[in-house]
Antibody, heavy 132, light 112 residues
Framework: QVTVKESGPVLLRPTETLTLTCTVS??????????VSWLRQRPGKALEWLAT????????????LRTRLTVSKDTSSTDTSRRQVVFTMTTVDPADSGTYYC???????????????????WGQGTLVSVSS | DIVMTQSPLSLSVTPGQPASISCKSS???????????LYWSLQRPGQSPQLLIY???NRLPGVPDRFSGSGSGTDFTLRISRVEADDVGVYYC?????????FGQGTKVEFK
């Protein structure tokens, strides 16, 4: 069974760095043509795609947030079965408050116009609040 | 960025009756490879989104056949032939033909 689960702090102060971890099971991060994405849902707003780490090791970020976002595989453990993707957002602001999700892309297409895919398995989401 | 516009934003339905949601994109979603990367998801109350339909009209395994997707270019529609209690929630369309991938605002479906 494929699952993804987010973890990380729920309360931050403005200007701090948000670091979230997505722990996946049931698939490997290097499975061909797969990816793990981060999305968020701020109060009263639509879902927003933020970043994706593809199995090709390509990384894509929402353009206007590009300078604040990083997504990477967690390589700190020698346990090869540990499958985690780390998401960071620097200099958070109260406007960044919301529910953050990680989600799997089961099969992407890559062509001359870029990557194409969607999210079939989502985590339960983690509610992040930014307040002074 | 592509703008995805859903309508209506709220839909009150009678159980057993049909429902229809429109999603319009600001640019064609037909990709150079001939495929159209338009998806529909449902977020039930208190839950994470669930992918229902991929590439306009293909249901994921386990999705009831009362759900159907159609459309092309910039105009797309999700139809529910007979709405059931389990169908209540917010429906989102999403495109991944263009970068960045973009969602519609969502359509809230509830019972009368």
């Amino acid at each position: 069974q494929v699952t993804v689960k987010e973890s990380g702090p729920v309360l931050l102060r403005p200007t701090e760095t948000l670091t979230l971890t997505c722990t996946v099971s049931g698939f490997a991060l290097n499975n061909p043509y797969t990816g793990v994405s981060w999305l968020r849902q701020r109060p009263g707003k639509a879902l927003e795609w933020l970043a994706t780490l593809f199995s090709s090791d390509d990384k894509f970020y929402f353009p206007s947030l590009r300078t604040r976002l990083t997504v990477s595989k967690d390589t700190s453990s020698t346990d090869t079965s540990r499958r985690q993707v780390v998401f960071t957002m620097t200099t958070v602001d109260p406007a960044d408050s919301g529910t953050y999700y990680c989600a799997r892309i089961p099969l992407y297409v890559y062509d001359s116009s870029g990557y194409h895919g969607a999210f079939d398995v989502w985590g339960q989401g983690t509610l992040v609040s930014v307040s002074s | 960025d592509i703008v995805m516009t859903q309508s209506p934003l709220s839909l009150s339905v009678t159980p057993g009756q049909p429902a229809s949601i429109s999603c319009k994109s600001s640019q064609t979603l037909l990709n150079r490879d001939g495929r159209t990367y338009l998806y529909w998801s449902l977020q039930r109350p208190g839950q994470s989104p669930q992918l229902l339909i991929y590439e306009v009209s293909n249901r994921l395994p386990g999705v009831p056949d009362r759900f159907s997707g159609s459309g092309s270019g910039t105009d797309f529609t999700l139809r529910i032939s007979r709405v059931e209690a389990d169908d209540v929630g917010v429906y989102y369309c999403m495109e991944s033909t263009h970068f960045p991938w973009t969602f519609g605002q969502g359509t809230k479906v509830e019972f009368k």
